[in-house]
């Protein structure tokens, strides 16, 4: 990844309860990837983790700086994870955007992110505020698949549309930026989020959201008693693609649950629910990407935020392998 990372991974650590599979954790299975050209897929499917260290999103949407330290925070809490099966899992390093040049650090992610996705990977990005989202679907909709003709769809569990027509991008824009990007290569913008909180969208944004054709679930019917509602929400968006991204934003879940983030939830949607639709992204066969954002260690409580984001990233590793 010469020349796209800008800080090269460092080796993971974590608790050693000694040889065997039987002990086995993250921070023992994953591996650097440092090479330009990515291993060619093989069996189990190859993860490959990448950092999005930036905070010029959030600050540019008036939020909480501080989720530039999110991809440290989510490693540190992935590595003593156990592991019942067998995972291929990278870590090629991070993007980082440390001069105010969102754009150009938005770039740089969506070549690594198509680069691995071309050779067969599976791109985890840790984020960083929201922004990540618009350079992670950059490398997808460059990707040798989406340039065939593949039909991309857009997964986003968040309390925010992210829709904002501001003209300066940050983190509230990113999806609008995917629409106008599908737009002018002619393709359908396919976007669905769950987890939508009313008072947390302006009218504005619900009349752009239906405009664009958005599907969305409200936060409020989300609950464990409404699996079945998510379920069909989840495999009807599912079966209008074919490559589908993932993206969680942390402020989905309650903020006793996810204290830190940028801007925590009233009500938020259990973090069972979206558990389960990790699962059911995980298992469909259609995931191609997936990243998560707006993890704040620095407004974090006993790295509970951390800890629950790296539970439902475990989950769709696995699940997936």
């Not at 921070?27 to 050209?37: K, M, N, S, W, Y």
């Not at 464990?224 to 989905?252: E, G, K």
Request: with cysteine.
């Amino acid at each position: 990844m010469t020349g796209l990372v800008d800080v090269t991974p460092e080796p993971w650590s974590g608790r050693d309860d000694g040889p065997g599979a039987e002990h086995v954790r993250w921070h023992h299975v994953v591996r650097p990837l440092v090479a330009d050209d990515p291993p060619a897929a093989d069996s189990p499917a190859p993860t490959t983790i990448v950092g999005f260290a930036s905070d010029e999103g959030v600050r540019r949407n008036k939020g909480r700086t501080g989720a530039a330290t999110g991809p440290g925070a989510l490693r540190r809490a992935l590595a003593p994870m156990a592991l019942s099966g067998p995972i291929n899992v990278f870590d090629a390093g991070d993007v980082a955007v440390t001069d105010g040049e969102l754009e150009a650090g938005q770039e740089r992610l969506g070549r690594v992110v198509g680069t691995l996705l071309d050779a067969g990977h599976l791109p985890l990005v840790l984020g960083g505020g929201h922004a990540v989202a618009y350079g992670s679907f950059l490398g997808l909709a460059r990707s040798r698949a989406a340039q065939a003709g593949a039909r991309l769809g857009v997964l986003n569990l968040d309390a925010h549309f992210d829709l904002r027509p501001d003209p300066v991008p940050s983190s509230g824009t990113p999806f609008r930026q995917i629409a106008e990007h599908e737009r002018a290569r002619g393709a359908q913008f396919r976007y669905a989020v769950l987890g939508i909180s009313q008072p947390s969208n302006t009218r504005v944004l619900f009349d752009t959201a239906d405009a664009l054709g958005v599907r969305y679930l409200f936060d409020d019917a989300c609950s464990v008693a409404d699996f079945a509602v998510v379920d069909r929400f989840v495999d009807a968006f599912l079966d209008d693609v074919d490559l589908l991204y993932l993206t969680i934003d942390l402020d989905v879940l309650p903020a006793a649950v996810a204290p830190g983030v940028s801007a925590p939830a009233a009500y938020g949607v259990p973090v069972e629910t979206v558990q389960r639709v990790c699962d059911r992204v995980a298992r469909s066969g259609r995931l191609a990407l997936c990243d998560v954002a707006e993890l704040n260690p620095a407004l974090d409580i006993d790295g509970r935020t951390a800890r629950t984001a790296a539970r439902l990233l475990h989950r769709i590793v696995t699940a997936r392998a």
